[in-house]
């Protein structure tokens, strides 16, 4: 079990955060994905700003749909529910080789971290940067070679974490649906000044 400190002013201290794996074969599990998904696309504040209008027009999930989703999926994928005391923040995850990565090099095994902090209350207190470099661990412990993610250009603390020294994104592009591509090579297995997982406090 992995679990990271994350000081927050917010929170009046320090708080842990859980990275718990999703697992499919648990229909709790499959139940708190949906809960967590369909929180999210009707949440005007998070889809307004963070995703664009078609990410709204998707339905609502059942437990049923999210495990015949990741059942039936050929997808190689690992996911996390992000838990404190204060409950389940979110989630976190990372698919090997999706099919809409623009980086597309013969020998490269890309790596595309998702992270989703569900209230805007829970936002900004450091989880969402401890989750990235969780991802980031994992994506070395997987053999990911490069790390590829869709950014909006409205979301500043996206382009925060990516942007932070160490990290070294370059931006690679942009996708049809307004959103810009990072790229980060792994290759040499280095992240500078990425810290380790126990302390996350700034
Ligand atoms: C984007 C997201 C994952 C970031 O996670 P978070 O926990 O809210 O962000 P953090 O607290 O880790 O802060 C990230 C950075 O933004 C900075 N930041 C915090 N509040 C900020 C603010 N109001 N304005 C600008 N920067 C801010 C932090 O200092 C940090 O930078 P640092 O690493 O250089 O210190 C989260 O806000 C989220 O889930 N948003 C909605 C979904 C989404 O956009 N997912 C990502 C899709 S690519």
Redesign the pocket.
Same mark, same amino acid.
């Given at each position: 079990m992995l679990v990271v400190k994350v000081r927050s002013d917010a929170w009046g201290g320090t708080s842990e955060v859980e990275f718990r794996r999703f697992e499919v074969a648990k229909v709790e599990h499959c139940q708190l994905m949906a809960d967590l998904v369909n929180a999210?696309l009707q949440d005007d504040d998070?889809s307004g700003? #963070? !995703?664009p209008s078609w990410f709204r027009q998707q339905s609502l999930q059942s437990a049923a749909d999210i495990q015949a989703s990741w059942s039936g999926g050929t997808q190689d994928a690992e996911e996390y529910f992000l838990v404190s005391d204060r409950g389940v923040l979110?989630t976190?995850g990372l698919v090997i080789n999706p099919p809409h990565r623009l980086y597309k090099a013969p020998d490269a095994v890309v790596g595309w971290?998702?992270?989703?902090?569900?209230k805007s209350r829970?936002?900004?207190?450091?989880?969402?940067?401890? #989750? !990235?470099s969780h991802l980031l661990r994992r994506a070395r412990a997987r053999g990911v070679t490069h790390i590829e993610?869709?950014?909006?250009p409205q979301?500043?603390?996206?382009l925060?974490?990516l942007?932070?020294k160490g990290f070294g994104a370059a931006e690679i592009g942009a996708a049809g649906n307004g959103?810009r591509r990072f790229l980060i090579e792994i290759e040499d297995g280095s992240f500078g000044n990425d810290r380790p997982s126990t302390d996350f406090a700034?």
């Open positions: 999210t998070l700003k #963070a !995703f979110g976190c971290p998702q992270i989703s902090i569900l829970d936002r900004g207190q450091g989880v969402g940067r401890a #989750a !990235f993610i869709g950014v909006f979301n500043e603390l996206m925060q974490i942007s932070r959103s700034r």
